[in-house]
C-alpha cells in the first residue's frame, strides 16, 4: 500500500473512531439523552477516541518510514558479494545509488551490472514486504487504540481536559521542532563558517576589496586567485537593496496613505488585493522581467544620455526589486495607518487643519514606529533576494556604487559556490556558508530592530 493511501486510510479511521466515541458518549447519558450525566460534551469523547486513534499511528508510520530505507540498504549491501561489499564508502554509495535507481525504474535494468540487478530486485522485495508490514501494523494500532479508549470512556472521565492536554502537548511539540530546526540551521552554517576562517581569517574577509573565490589548483593557473574580500559582495547588496527600497518606499507608502485616507471604499476594496497580487508573482518571473524588459530599456536610455550602462546594471535589477517589495510596504503602512484612532483625527479636523495637515502632521507620525517597522522588513526581504540579481545584475563582483555598473549580491554568490559537484572541506565552498553567517546576522538585526520598534512605540496610540 502507497505511504499517501495508508496516510488516508488511517484518517479514515480515525474519523470513524470519533462516531464511535461520539455515540459511546451518548450511549452513557442515557436513553433520555441526559447528557449533564457527562462531565464533558459527547464530541469531546469523541475527539479524544479519534486523537488515540490517530497520533500513535502517525507516529509509528513516519518513525518507519525514517528508517526503512536505511534498514533495507544495510541488508542489501550486506547480501553484496565480497569485492563490492569491501568497496570505500563513497564508491559503495555510488552502487547503493545505482540500486536505487534501478529498483525504482530510474535506470534502464539492462544496462545495470547483474550485482546491482540482483540487488535491485531484492530491494524492490523488501520494500514491498516493508510497506505491507506497514500498513497491517499501523491500521491495527489505530484499531486497537481506538476500541481500547473507547472501552474507557465513563461519565465522569474529562474527556475536554485530556482533548486540550493532547492538542497542547501537540502545539509545544510543533513549535519546539520549529525552534530546533531553526537551532540547527543556525549550528550547522556557524559551524562551516568557522571552518573558513581557520583557512581564511576573519579580517581579510570582512575587509578585503577583491572577491574571486576560485582557487588556483596549480603555481601557474591564471585567474583563480582565491581572494576572499567580501567587500565588493556586501556593497553590491546594499547598493540593490538600496535602489530598492528608492522605489518601494515612497509608492508603497502614498499607496497607503491615499487608500487609507482618500480612497472610497469600493476602490479601496479592488485597489488593494490588485497591489498585494505582485507579492505572489514568482521572483524568477521579475527576474525574466527585469533582463528582457528593464535591463534593455535602462540600457538603451543611458546610451541616449550618452552614458555607459553595462548590459547587467544595478539599477535595473533594484528597480525590478523594489516593485516587488512594493506590497509589503504598502500593505504593512496600510494597516497601521489604519490603527491610528479617528478621535486623533477628529481632533485635528476641530482645530482647523485640513485633510492633507492631518495626514502630515497627525496621522502618518502616529504610524511611523509601524511604518519603520514594515520599511527595515522589506529591507531584509530585499537583501535575501537572488533570482532578481541574478539575472538582471550579473555575477562580476564589482567593487562600485555606480548603479550602471554590475555588481553581485551575498545570496547570489552563495548559489554561485554551491552550484554543482563540490568539495566541502574547499576554501571557494565554506564561503558560501560565511557569507550566510554574515546574511543572517545582517536580517536577524534588522528583524530585530523591526520587532522593536513596533512594539516599544505601539501602545502609545492604542
Not at 208 to 214: A, H, I, Y
Amino acid at each position: 500500500m502507497p505511504p499517501f493511501v495508508l496516510l488516508a486510510v488511517l484518517l479514515a479511521f480515525s474519523a470513524a473512531a470519533y462516531h464511535l466515541g461520539r455515540r459511546r458518549a451518548f450511549a452513557l447519558a442515557g436513553a433520555g439523552g441526559r447528557a449533564q450525566r457527562l462531565h464533558s460534551r459527547p464530541n469531546y469523547h469523541g475527539a479524544l477516541v479519534a486523537l488515540w486513534c490517530a497520533l500513535p499511528a502517525i507516529l509509528l508510520f513516519a518513525l518507519w518510514l525514517a528508517f526503512e530505507s536505511q534498514v533495507i540498504t544495510r541488508i542489501v549491501v550486506e547480501g553484496l558479494p565480497e569485492p563490492q561489499r569491501s568497496l570505500p564508502g563513497d564508491r559503495l554509495s555510488l552502487i547503493v545509488n545505482d540500486i536505487r535507481n534501478v529498483a525504482g525504474g530510474r535506470f534502464e535494468e539492462t544496462a545495470a551490472d547483474p550485482a546491482v540487478r540482483e540487488a535491485a530486485a531484492t530491494y524492490r522485495r523488501l520494500l514491498g514486504l516493508s510497506r505491507q508490514a506497514l500498513a497491517v501494523v499501523t491500521l491495527s494500532l489505530a484499531a486497537a487504540m481506538a476500541l481500547l479508549v473507547r472501552r474507557r470512556l465513563r461519565p465522569t472521565l474529562r474527556a475536554r481536559n485530556h482533548v486540550e492536554g493532547i492538542l497542547t502537548a501537540m502545539l509545544v511539540a510543533c513549535s519546539t521542532i520549529a525552534v530546533f530546526t531553526t537551532v540547527g540551521i543556525v549550528l550547522s552554517v556557524v559551524y562551516e563558517a568557522v571552518l573558513f576562517f581557520r583557512i581564511i581569517p576573519v579580517g581579510e574577509f570582512l575587509f578585503g576589496l577583491s572577491w574571486s573565490p576560485q582557487m588556483a589548483i596549480r603555481a601557474d593557473q591564471v585567474g583563480a586567485s582565491g581572494a576572499f574580500g567580501a567587500v565588493p559582495v556586501f556593497l553590491g547588496t546594499a547598493l540593490i537593496s538600496a535602489i530598492a527600497m528608492v522605489v518601494a518606499v515612497p509608492i508603497g507608502l502614498m499607496s497607503a496613505i491615499y487608500l487609507s485616507e482618500y480612497a472610497g471604499k469600493s476602490f479601496r476594496a479592488v485597489a488593494k488585493p490588485l497591489i498585494e497580487i505582485l507579492a505572489g508573482i514568482p521572483t524568477v518571473v521579475y527576474g525574466f522581467f527585469a533582463a528582457l524588459t528593464v535591463a534593455p530599456f535602462v540600457r538603451d536610455a543611458g546610451g541616449l544620455l550618452g552614458l555607459d550602462v553595462a548590459s547587467e546594471s544595478a539599477l535595473a535589477a533594484g528597480v525590478v526589486m523594489g516593485i516587488m517589495i512594493i506590497p509589503f510596504v504598502c500593505s504593512l503602512s496600510d494597516d497601521f495607518i489604519n490603527a491610528v484612532p479617528q478621535s486623533l483625527r477628529d481632533g485635528a479636523y476641530s482645530l482647523g487643519a485640513t485633510r492633507s495637515e492631518t495626514v502630515r502632521r497627525v496621522v502618518v507620525p502616529a504610524a511611523l514606529p509601524g511604518i519603520m517597522g514594515g520599511i527595515l522588513l522589506a529591507v531584509s526581504r530585499a537583501i535575501g533576494e537572488t533570482m532578481i540579481v541574478v539575472m538582471a545584475a550579473g555575477l562580476a563582483a564589482n567593487l562600485t556604487v555606480n548603479p550602471l555598473k554590475a555588481v553581485t549580491t551575498v545570496t547570489v554568490q552563495i548559489v554561485t559556490l554551491l552550484i554543482g559537484d563540490q568539495e566541502f572541506d574547499s576554501p571557494k565552498t565554506l564561503a558560501a556558508f560565511a557569507l550566510g553567517l554574515v546574511l543572517f546576522v545582517v536580517t536577524l538585526c534588522l528583524n530585530v530592530i523591526a520587532l522593536y520598534i513596533v512594539r516599544r512605540y505601539r501602545e502609545q496610540y492604542e
